[in-house]
């Protein structure tokens, strides 16, 4: 059983994966979610939940996430049978997926791929040199193999794409608002408090005396001071009413925070609540023991209002619109829950019923990878 094969690391809620079929299990089953989660953000923009634009966006940071456990994956590929071989670390409570340190690793080795590339032999010499220990020393070329999934790792490194650490922000044009410029700004973290990938897409006005990207005055503070909050323990409205206090010709209309996770599984994830029952009753086959979360926090500005900026001048401050009954707790105009899930586990879900799943929207993953939008 996989539960046997997950060793605890000294922190109670990481564990590492120590064994190799394990650690291929693991990597099998995020390809699987990975594979559905583009079609999550189709879906939401044909219902007009996401404009084309932002779905692009989304998109491109889902396949950052995808990449990064393809990369993982030939670091850890050989884990257990080479001798130097590492061993993945994740956090296995409300998160599933690897702790922050493993990419900011990842970020801290593609520095030094060319080095390390430029030591290794091509791949063919590598697959040449494991051919002729099976002919003529008739054993399993080992080291061979775990050279070769290093090499691997440190070519998808330098071919990027990936989802890092820290994704800086950037702006895409979206075009005018009167006199102002519109912007939709982007960035993306892996959150180390929860060990979850998040974006966040922050739609600006702006009307400063030159375009935003190109202002050397305001763009780089502006992207100091919105990587420095992100930060899943910081509500929506603190980031956006301090970004609206310190930034004066930039104006925040819009801020949506997105978290990818947690991803639950019998097999790897310790679950509390009423998805762990789900689950254990599922008894679903390999590869469809899972549940991933998908959580879209939501603040939008109701109006502006003139306030005093010094002795004789004003400015435009943002009134953000926050859900009646949350809002105060959240900093929120509202917050929904999605969940992705295989057929299987859909079925139980819906049998129980539990109370704490029933506001949840579900997708659910059908046969031949189908995708189907629930309510």
């Known amino acids: 059983m ?14 590492e994966l120590y064994d190799a079929e394990v650690a291929r299990r693991y990597f099998a ?3 699987r979610i990975g594979s559905h989660l583009a079609r999550v953000a189709a879906e939401l923009e044909s219902e007009g939940r996401l404009t084309r634009t932002e779905s692009r966006l989304l998109g491109r940071y889902l396949a950052g996430v995808i990449g990064t456990f393809q990369a993982l994956n030939h670091k850890y590929q050989m884990t257990g049978r080479a001798e130097r071989a590492p061993r993945l670390t994740i956090d296995r409570h409300e998160s599933g997926f690897p702790v922050a340190q ?7 080795d593609a ?5 390390h590339l430029s030591g290794m032999a091509s791949e063919t010499e590598f697959k040449d040199r494991m051919v002729r220990t099976i002919l003529r020393d008739l054993k399993v070329p080992v080291e061979l193999q775990f050279a070769l999934s290093q090499r691997l790792y440190y070519e998808a490194l330098k071919a990027g794409g990936l ?9 895409q044009w979206l075009g005018q608002a009167g006199s102002r410029r519109k912007y939709l700004i982007h960035w993306a973290v892996w959150d180390g408090q929860v060990n ?10 702006e009307d400063g005396s030159r375009p935003l990207p190109e202002d050397a005055y305001r763009w780089p503070p502006m992207q100091q001071k919105l990587l420095a909050q992100s930060v899943g323990g910081l509500k929506l409205l603190t980031i956006a009413t301090g970004f609206d206090d310190d930034f004066e010709t930039t104006y925040p209309k819009r801020l949506r925070r997105i978290t990818l996770g947690p991803m639950y599984s019998a097999g790897f994830t310790l679950q509390s609540g009423p998805i762990s029952k789900v689950l254990e009753d599922a008894r679903a086959p390999q590869g469809e023991d899972w549940a991933l979360v998908w959580t879209v926090e939501d603040l939008v500005s109701d109006r502006e209002e003139m306030v005093k900026n010094g002795w004789f001048s004003s400015r435009p401050k943002q009134i953000f619109r926050l859900d009646p009954l949350t809002g105060a707790d959240t900093g929120t105009t509202g917050i929904e829950r ?3 899930l295989p057929e299987r586990p859909y079925q139980v879900l819906v049998e129980q019923n539990p109370a704490g799943l029933r506001g949840i929207r579900k997708f659910v993953v ?3 990878g189908r995708l189907i939008p629930g309510v």
Do not use: C, T
Request: glycine share 4%; proline share 4%; charged share 25%.
């Open 163 to 171: 989802f890092w650490a820290r994704n800086d922000p950037d702006a």
């Open 196 to 205: 979850l990938p998040v974006v966040y897409l922050l739609d600006v006005e």
């Open 102 to 108: 493993e990419v900011l690793m990842m970020a801290v």
């Open 2 to 15: 996989a539960d046997n094969s997950v060793k605890e690391a000294l922190v109670s809620d990481h564990a």
């Open 338 to 340: 999605m969940i992705v």
């Open 29 to 31: 089953k995020f390809a």
């Open 111 to 115: 520095q030094q791929a060319d080095k």
């Open 366 to 368: 059908g046969a031949g």
